[in-house]
């Protein structure tokens, strides 16, 4: 009934679910012929095989949201396609070691339908999230990339920052970029300054004025967390003298998303 219903849907969102093998999970999801948005949240599967080639991928599948789950397995199961729907915009939440082998091939297939990629890093620790990232993912392929979204950019819950220079190179692979937003959810505005792997403040405002970004429009600053924010504000155009100097910086409360239409 579940497989043969709902042929008119067009956003789907599977949230708290087991599944025997990702089999079931692709049958689902490619059961629905006219989707054009798929969130996977906190789901699971104890079997990560599929069959190769699988049902028909929806072809106008433009936004994918993966959250808690085996992102590996659905993004090798959608890259063993010959052709690709046109995936505009992908969420991975947070990124995994274990995961970014996949993310970077599939990122690299997709090329330049990409056009907004949203994600955030738990570690940011030599050997962590952010290196085997930036290891493994060339955002240069993705050359219609325009928008970056980087959730708990800056975080007092996990106490990291961007300290260690990986998010600096990895905005360097994207010269065509127009808009970056950042997540700052803090509960000081000393954490804006950290004792311990202080911010490069100046190593991104470098970046933001290159003469490369020639393109850049915006960058958007998201504050969560009990503190002011005109206190926020103040702070961070003090430390990117250059970056408000172009006009660039926006700041905002609440957290970063992306807006999914269904067309």
């Not at 219903?5 to 629905?32: M, N, P, R, Y």
């Not at 106008?60 to 949201?65: E, F, G, I, T, Y």
């Not at 994207?174 to 959810?185: L, R």
């Given at each position: 009934?579940l497989l043969?219903?709902?042929?008119?849907?067009?956003?789907?969102?599977?949230w708290?679910?087991?599944?025997?093998?990702?089999?079931?999970?692709?049958?689902l999801?490619?059961?629905?012929?006219?989707?054009?948005?798929?969130?996977?949240d906190?789901l699971g599967?104890?079997?990560?095989s599929?069959?190769?080639?699988?049902p028909p991928?929806?072809?106008?599948?433009?936004?994918?949201r993966?959250?808690?789950?085996?992102?590996?397995?659905?993004?090798?199961?959608l890259a063993?396609?010959?052709?690709?729907?046109?995936l505009?915009h992908?969420?991975?939440?947070?990124v995994?070691?274990e995961d970014?082998?996949?993310?970077?091939?599939f990122l690299?297939?997709?090329?330049?339908?990409?056009s907004?990629l949203?994600?955030?890093f738990?570690?940011?620790?030599?050997?962590g999230?952010?290196?085997?990232?930036?290891?493994?993912?060339?955002?240069?392929?993705?050359?219609?990339?325009?928008?970056?979204?980087?959730?708990?950019?800056?975080?007092?819950?996990?106490?990291?920052?961007?300290a260690?220079?990986?998010?600096?190179?990895l905005?360097s692979?994207?010269p065509?970029?127009?808009?970056?937003?950042f997540?700052?959810a803090i509960?000081d505005?000393?954490d804006?300054?950290?004792?311990?792997?202080?911010i490069?403040?100046?190593?991104?405002?470098?970046?933001?004025c290159?003469?490369?970004?020639?393109q850049?429009?915006?960058l958007h600053?998201?504050?969560s967390g009990?503190?002011?924010?005109?206190?926020?504000?103040?702070?961070?155009?003090?430390?990117l003298?250059?970056?408000?100097?172009?006009?660039?910086?926006?700041?905002?409360?609440?957290?970063?998303?992306i807006?999914?239409?269904?067309?």
């Amino acid at each position: 009934m579940l497989l043969a219903g709902f042929q008119a849907l067009t956003h789907l969102e599977i949230w708290a679910a087991q599944f025997d093998s990702v089999s079931h999970l692709v049958q689902l999801v490619c059961s629905k012929p006219l989707l054009q948005i798929l969130s996977l949240d906190d789901l699971g599967w104890e079997d990560p095989s599929f069959e190769t080639p699988g049902p028909p991928v929806p072809r106008a599948l433009h936004s994918l949201r993966l959250s808690q789950c085996y992102k590996r397995d659905i993004l090798d199961w959608l890259a063993s396609y010959d052709s690709l729907p046109p995936l505009h915009h992908i969420q991975l939440g947070s990124v995994y070691p274990e995961d970014t082998h996949s993310i970077g091939r599939f990122l690299k297939r997709l090329g330049p339908d990409l056009s907004t990629l949203q994600l955030e890093f738990s570690s940011l620790d030599a050997g962590g999230d952010a290196e085997d990232f930036c290891a493994h993912v060339d955002l240069a392929h993705n050359v219609d990339l325009h928008t970056i979204i980087l959730d708990k950019f800056i975080s007092s819950a996990y106490q990291f920052s961007s300290a260690v220079g990986w998010i600096p190179q990895l905005l360097s692979q994207t010269p065509g970029i127009t808009e970056v937003s950042f997540g700052v959810a803090i509960r000081d505005i000393r954490d804006l300054h950290p004792q311990e792997d202080p911010i490069d403040w100046g190593a991104l405002d470098r970046l933001f004025c290159h003469p490369r970004f020639t393109q850049l429009q915006t960058l958007h600053f998201w504050i969560s967390g009990i503190i002011n924010l005109e206190s926020v504000s103040s702070v961070i155009t003090r430390c990117l003298p250059g970056s408000n100097q172009r006009r660039l910086l926006r700041f905002h409360r609440g957290t970063p998303r992306i807006v999914e239409q269904v067309e």
